[in-house]
């Protein structure tokens, strides 16, 4: 008998589920990492333009590197993780954005749907965020996706294994342009770093989390 496969929402992480698109012990530690990976001399890579919107941290990382004429070698996953371990707090409950954890616990009561991060965090950052905000027991770590490369489209391909309907919560116009190369439905939250107007491809747009409720809550009943 074929498994009927359930229902899947894909959250994005900073910026969705947390308040902050860059979180600052996080930026410390990729920066820190890229240093030390590529023999860079400290601060050097402070005045490098990036935007960071809607790019994995392998994406980001990489482009720090290439801009100092370097490459990341192949311990700098390891060095990242690390740097990022020993920087971040034990507790990041008050970096969850308002109104995520009774829309995450409201989720889970009303069962039915997966929930699974679609991040472009490297995974063992995107889980010490997850366990120390006290997020982790609503989402499916195991089965989440990570940034694994610079395409932020590979997250989401990762999270898609054993799925049924999936829809995307995220947060910026690159999050919703990689859902639809991948024919994901997008939920875009408006935030302080990108506004309707530039959200305005996603199929769904909520200016707030409750809104976002109400969106998943339609969503569910199709």
């Given at each position: 008998m074929t498994?009927?496969?359930?229902k899947t929402?894909?959250?994005?992480?900073?910026g969705?589920?947390?308040?902050?698109?860059t979180?600052?012990?996080q930026?410390?530690?990729?920066w820190?990492?890229?240093?030390?990976?590529?023999?860079?001399?400290?601060?050097a890579l402070?005045?490098?333009?990036?935007?960071?919107l809607?790019?994995t941290?392998y994406?980001?990382a990489?482009e720090?590197?290439a801009?100092q004429g370097?490459?990341l070698?192949?311990?700098?996953w390891d060095?990242?993780?690390?740097l990022?371990?020993?920087q971040?707090?034990?507790n990041l409950?008050?970096?969850?954005?308002?109104g995520?954890v009774p829309?995450l616990?409201?989720?889970s009561?009303t069962g039915?749907v997966?929930?699974?991060?679609a991040?472009?965090?490297h995974?063992?950052?995107a889980?010490?965020?997850?366990h120390r905000?006290?997020?982790?027991?609503?989402?499916?770590?195991?089965?989440?996706?990570?940034?694994?490369?610079?395409?932020?489209r590979?997250?989401l391909r990762?999270?898609?294994?054993d799925?049924g309907?999936?829809?995307?919560v995220?947060d910026?116009a690159?999050?919703v342009a990689?859902a639809?190369?991948?024919?994901?439905e997008?939920l875009?939250?408006?935030t302080e770093?990108?506004?309707?107007?530039q959200?305005?491809e996603?199929d769904?747009v909520?200016?707030?989390?409750?809104?976002?409720r109400?969106?998943?809550?339609?969503?569910m009943e199709?």
């Open positions: 498994k009927l496969k359930r929402i894909l959250l994005d992480f900073d969705t589920l947390l308040r902050q698109v979180y600052p012990p930026t410390e530690a990729l820190g990492s890229v240093e030390i990976s590529c023999k860079i001399p400290h601060g402070a005045a490098v333009p990036i935007d960071r809607g790019k941290d994406g980001v990489s720090l590197a801009s370097s490459w070698d192949a311990g700098w060095l990242y993780a690390v990022f371990e020993n971040c707090p034990l409950v008050e970096e969850v954005r308002p995520v829309l616990a409201w989720l009561i039915g997966d929930l699974r991060l991040t472009g965090n995974q063992p950052v889980e010490l965020k997850a905000s006290g997020l982790s027991p609503w989402l499916d770590l195991q089965h989440s996706g990570y940034g694994a490369t610079d395409d932020r590979d997250a990762m999270a898609l294994e799925t309907d999936v829809i995307y995220c910026t690159r999050d990689a639809h190369v991948l024919g994901i997008a875009a939250l408006v770093e990108q506004t309707a107007e959200l305005a996603a769904h909520a200016a707030n989390v409750q809104g976002l109400g969106v998943l809550a339609a969503w199709k």
